[in-house]
């Protein structure tokens, strides 16, 4: 049966309102010497009565009778109405089916709230949108109203069940509220005699092909599910019969535990409709069992013991579907709804109405082409070229290319429902939230054109084993995937087992681990003498260098410990200056700022409105800068300057005061200009997002002198106009190492060492010796008092270490090369003494 809605032989589970209207059909046949007459006979199962339409009893008076039936309609008609009004959201797309039925997990179709109420209540719908969507619900009930009193064939059902059948036709939404889907047999199903000893019990599914009952097995007192095809106005083409007879006969050939065994075809002889019979397979599906795991998943219950059971059956599926590959049928649906599980273990694979029989010349499918007059619903095709399930339908399928439909096929298809069972979703759930809206033609195209998505990237807990082997089986490209459903089965059974899985690549960790778990003999063996070695090693060097190297090795790490610290903060402070000069380049206010000042000159109208503007974004500016400075205590200023042919001007600084520390803004009256010279002509060719370090005795004209220094910095970078794409100007940030230098250096005081700081020329700057420092050396060389460090400031190479492993550690580090252009060198040298 090639309908999603209502699988063919899955004879689906029981249902409250089923149970309540169920009106047991019997018939059979009539002794052979009745010349074939048929006729009623008495029901051989006196315990089955119908229970809804109660009947009050003679002792009832009148008035209860009334009452009871009164409020037995009203109940009817709330269920009709919340079906409708159900049945409008869906179809429009408003709600997803998977919101309602989270959303009704607390309700129940027979109280007294709605379910327009429950969705207000759960915020899914809001109080506005009610009444628009209630009217649409009253508009499909009437519809459905009238074709009811038009339909002669209704007379024989409760109005009820006439109305939830045409609202709800495949039963999907009735049972997700809680009514179930069945239907009391129609005038002409009442008087069916067959010629074989079934008697019809209810109906369980219905589709566009064909309707399933659950039937009763007169002669061995057994329920089966019956499937007979359903002809339009008693009219069957022929390739409708011909299809049908097909997806019996493949069927029956797949005489497989894991397959719905089929017990007889036979035809109605009172309506002449072909059926036939197979077992019923009850309630349970792996849809079910999947959406129960991922509940409790949910509630923080993830009981890995039910994931093993779904993987179990999922490799018996596998086993299932690799068998009918052997007979070279495709089944082309698959899907959890499709797969019947009972309480034993057993896994049977369900509705193969979609079978492909695979042979080389194709001319076994020839014949059963479909007509457009037998396209099923539109959850299973979209034309006679797509055929299957949307949410698990492999790309050749959703493309059309029926000639590349192959083994291949089922195994994304197996893929898909492995998906769900580590997720709860479907592999083409749209953006895996139910939210999105999407048509049918954009999901195809989604599946056809869209990336394959892993499984963790959903529920970040799956096993990345099994993601992998997710992840190959449903691979767009066929040669990606796995060969065959035995080879997917084969690497699933290999993850339960502990051992390598085939699609996954494992780390040299996890090859290790697994290489102990398979052989632990070994592995205690191997571990023993490792670690007997490696003590081994361990103590013989120890006692032949203990004595000559403890010494040493301790002084040479004291001095290595110094240098690295100094360096790595001094490149720190460097680092952070040339990153806030970025930052500072790249603020909307400066943008803004130079906006302003390439606006025309302004009228007398605008002059105050746009120098006000301006002075706004400096403000801005200089409130941003002074929070830098206030933030880091090295940062002596911050300024910005302006290019104007060969002049610079001074537009906005700020300044911390040397004598006490404080911020401020400079006045605009004492910002300088300067004519651009060589140098700072170099600095205005920065292209933008370069930054200029250098030290501040060789910074540019025009920015401030007071720290002419060696350990102090100047950070430049080039303030570009965005909107003319020219250079602008220069921000230049000055900051003071000297300070940090010394409280470092205090930090890392250590007894028997001396710290020396010398800039890129090798001249002392600051030194601390016997705990103590001392100015009378700044300005010399480093030869003064340490020869060996002289080295390091002779080459060429911008980052040179020197140590002589016994008492002196020289390095000298280039600031900030990693992030700009820079030539700021400050070497930093350490000398151990007894």
Excluded at 4 to 33: F, K, M, V, Y
Excluded at 36 to 57: C, H, I, Y
Excluded at 190 to 219: C, H, M, P, Q, Y
Excluded at 800 to 809: A, I, M, N
Aim: charged share 25%; with cysteine; hydrophobic share 40%.
């Amino acid at each position: 049966m090639s309908d999603a809605t209502s699988p063919t032989e899955r004879s689906a589970s029981t249902d409250p309102l089923a149970e309540n209207q169920q009106i047991l059909l019997r018939s059979a046949r009539t002794p052979a010497g009745d010349g074939g007459r048929r006729e009623k006979v008495p029901s051989p199962l006196p315990d089955l009565v119908a229970t809804q339409d109660f009947t009050p009893t003679v002792d009832q008076t009148d008035t209860d009778a009334n009452l009871s039936q009164s409020s037995t309609d009203t109940s009817l008609d709330k269920q009709v109405s919340d079906l409708a009004f159900a049945a409008a959201l869906v179809r429009s797309g408003k709600v997803k089916e998977r919101q309602l039925e989270r959303a009704v997990k607390d309700w129940t179709v027979f109280g007294n709230q709605s379910l327009a109420e429950q969705l207000v209540r759960n915020g899914i719908l809001t109080e506005e949108e009610i009444s628009h969507w209630q009217a649409e619900a009253r508009k499909l009930k009437d519809s459905v109203n009238q074709s009811v009193a038009e339909d002669p064939r209704s007379q024989s059902m409760s109005l009820g069940g006439s109305q939830m059948l045409r609202i709800d036709g495949s039963g999907r939404l009735a049972k997700l509220l809680g009514l179930g889907h069945s239907s009391e047999p129609k005038s002409d199903d009442n008087e069916r005699g067959l010629i074989t000893r079934f008697s019809l019990v209810r109906k369980i599914g219905e589709g566009g092909l064909g309707t399933v009952w659950l039937a009763r097995d007169e002669n061995l007192r057994r329920y089966v599910a019956i499937k007979e095809i359903r002809n339009q106005n008693d009219r069957v083409s022929a390739s409708t019969l011909a299809r049908f007879r097909r997806e019996a006969e493949v069927t029956g050939r797949l005489e497989h535990p894991g397959i719905v065994p089929i017990y007889e075809f036979g035809t109605d002889i009172q309506t002449g409709r072909f059926f036939y019979v197979m077992r019923f397979m009850g309630k349970q599906t792996m849809q079910n069992a999947i959406s129960e795991y991922h509940e409790l998943r949910e509630t923080g219950n993830d009981d890995p013991l039910i994931l093993h059971r779904l993987i179990s059956a999922f490799v018996e599926l596998c086993n299932s579907v690799a068998y009918a590959h052997s007979k070279q049928v495709i089944h082309r649906d698959l899907k959890p709804e499709n797969v019947a599980l009972d309480s034993f273990g057993q896994v049977i694979l369900l509705d193969w109405g979609l079978a492909k029989i695979n042979d080389d010349t194709g001319a076994a499918e020839a014949a059963f082409e479909i007509g457009d007059d037998e396209i099923a619903s539109s959850n299973l095709t979209l034309a006679s070229q797509v055929l299957g399930s949307p949410m698990y339908m492999a790309p050749e399928q959703a493309s059309g290319h029926i000639e590349l439909i192959d083994e291949r096929t089922d195994v994304y298809g197996l893929g898909g429902i492995l998906f769900a069972i580590l997720t709860g979703q479907s592999p083409h759930e749209p953006s895996h939230d139910s939210s999105v809206n999407v048509t049918f033609s954009e999901l195809l195209t989604e599946i056809v054109s869209g990336k394959v998505v892993h499984a963790k990237e959903v529920v970040p807990t799956v096993p990345p084993e099994l993601d992998a082997i997710c992840f190959r089986a449903l691979q767009k490209k066929r040669c990606l995937r796995y060969p065959s459903a035995s080879a997917l089965a084969e690497d699933l059974e290999r993850y339960m087992a502990g051992r390598k899985v085939s699609a996954y690549k494992e780390p040299s960790r996890r090859k290790v681990s697994r290489w102990v778990s398979e052989h632990p003999k070994w592995s205690q063996f191997i571990g023993v003498a490792s670690v007997v070695l490696i003590l081994v090693i361990f103590i013989s060097t120890y006692l032949v260098r203990q004595n000559q190297k403890a010494a040493m090795s301790h002084r040479f790490q004291q001095a290595a410990d110094v240098v690295k610290e100094l360096a790595f903060h001094m490149q720190a402070q460097a680092e952070d200056g040339i990153k806030d000069a970025r930052f500072l380049a790249s603020l909307p206010a400066v943008q803004q700022i130079i906006e302003g000042a390439h606006d025309s000159p302004p009228t007398a109208a605008t002059e105050s409105i746009d120098a006000s503007n301006r002075s706004e974004m400096q403000n801005r500016f200089a409130s941003i800068a002074e929070a830098l400075l206030h933030r880091n205590q090295s940062y002596h200023s911050i300024e910005m300057i302006a290019f104007a042919r060969d002049q610079a001007k001074q537009i906005t600084r700020v300044e911390r005061n040397v004598g006490t520390g404080l911020v401020r803004r400079v006045p605009e009256a004492l910002l300088s200009s300067f004519t651009i010279d060589e140098q700072n002509a170099t600095m205005a060719s920065l292209m933008p997002g370069d930054v200029l370090l250098n030290t501040s005795d060789k910074t540019v004209q025009g920015v401030d002198a007071e720290y002419n220094d060696s350990l102090a910095l100047t950070v430049t970078t080039s303030v570009y106009d965005q909107r003319n794409d020219v250079a602008f100007g220069l921000l230049v940030i000055q900051l003071d190492l000297r300070g940090l230098m010394r409280d470092r250096i205090e930090s890392t005081r250590r007894d028997g060492v001396n710290v020396y700081i010398a800039d890129g020329n090798g001249l002392i700057q600051m030194v601390l010796s016997e705990g103590v420092f001392r100015s009378h050396y700044h300005g010399k060389p480093i030869a003064t008092l340490a020869p060996d460090a002289s080295r390091i400031f002779g080459g060429t190479t911008f980052e040179t270490s020197y140590s002589d492993e016994t008492s002196l550690y020289a390095k000298r580090v280039r600031l900030g090369e990693r992030i700009s252009k820079s030539s700021a060198d400050v070497g930093v040298v350490v000398q151990v003494h007894n």
